[in-house]
């Protein structure tokens, strides 16, 4: 028969899950990786649900799972390479370069659902800061910091915890804390990882330039589809390190090395805070299209400033998207 400390511990295992979702935004922009970051929240709610009974203060409860994510997230990061993106690895590559082989899954800033990290029930003001905290660019930067300067930036910069509460979990000084926090500011501003403007809000006059985008891309009107890029836009396709930069350049791939991308759908999602789409392949079939590809874009006023193209359809199932399309279905 079931114990009243039981049922009370039933109760204060919900409250571990309601925390599932920011801290599993905090893991993911720690260690760069949704997969991981699901691995490393995983870990932390056993680690959380063997201690609880020992947890005397629901107000502390944040903070502790918080310290117990950091300890999970700094063991996972004892490796030596960090996540990147293929802009960090050198510059543009013309559209006839050579693709060369991928690499690991590992070397990559791997994109994340919405859903899986940004709350459903914030002020609006606060959901527009959440996003640019979960940006590509701003989550591969954090990857140029050293774990702790990391953990410290998230904590107090993302998450507004009190410098004495981030000292507490990382068993330091305020002094620390706040060194730690100059430091890491310091070196986000001297990096220099995204286009200027981009961003990945969307305005409700960009609703058009999305359709637009979608329909030039399923038509395989490349002029089109160009003329809705920046002079500067990034075109990645990670596991390949090869990037494009500019209409021009987008333009011979999608018609060279790229063209068997014609005929392709698009499934529109979420991604990063903001606008992405499954990119479905088309197959003997007319009807049925394959996963490809998980296309995360950010729009700068009125114009497309990056695609990212994450060819992997393992990815897919994590953003909600079918197995396969079949139209008149």
Known sequence: MPTPQSFAL???????????????GYCYRMLGSGFEAEDAVQETMVRAWRGLA?????????????????NVCLDMLQRPQRRARPMDFGPASTADGELGVGLPESTWVQPIADARVLPADVDPAE??????????????ALQHLPPKQRAV??????????????????????????????RARATLQS???????????????????????????????????????KE???????????WLEGPDQVAR???????????????????????????????????????WALVV?????????GIHNFVDAALFPEFGLPERLELGA
């Not at 500067?232 to 090869?242: I, K, R, V």
């Not at 005929?263 to 394959?290: C, M, Q, R």
């Not at 950010?298 to 497309?304: A, I, K, P, S, T």
């Open 10 to 24: 039933q109760d204060r295992s919900g409250e571990l899950e309601a925390h599932r979702r920011e801290l599993t």
């Open 127 to 140: 959901l527009t800061a959440l996003r640019e905290t979960v940006r590509l660019a701003f989550v591969a």
């Open 153 to 182: 930036l998230v904590l107090r910069e993302v998450l507004h915890l009190q410098a004495s509460e981030v000292a507490e979990l990382l068993d330091t000084s305020v002094a620390s804390v706040n060194s730690a926090l100059q």
């Open 253 to 291: 791939w999608l018609v060279g090395q790229g063209a068997k991308c014609e005929g392709s759908k698009l499934l529109p999602t979420w991604a990063n805070g903001g606008p992405a789409f499954g990119h479905y392949h088309p197959t003997e079939d007319p009807k049925v299209f394959l996963p």
């Open 191 to 229: 990096l220099d990882l995204e286009p200027a403007g981009a961003t990945n809000a969307v305005a409700a006059e960009q609703e058009e330039l999305l359709a637009k985008y979608v329909d030039a891309f399923e038509a395989y009107d490349v002029d089109r589809f160009v003329s809705l890029l």
């Open 54 to 70: 020992s947890l005397e203060s629901r107000a502390a409860m944040r903070s502790w799972l918080y310290r117990i994510a950091t």
């Open 297 to 305: 874009v950010e729009l700068d006023g009125d114009r497309v400033a």
């Open 232 to 242: 500067d836009a990034e075109f990645s396709m990670p596991p390949w390190s090869l």
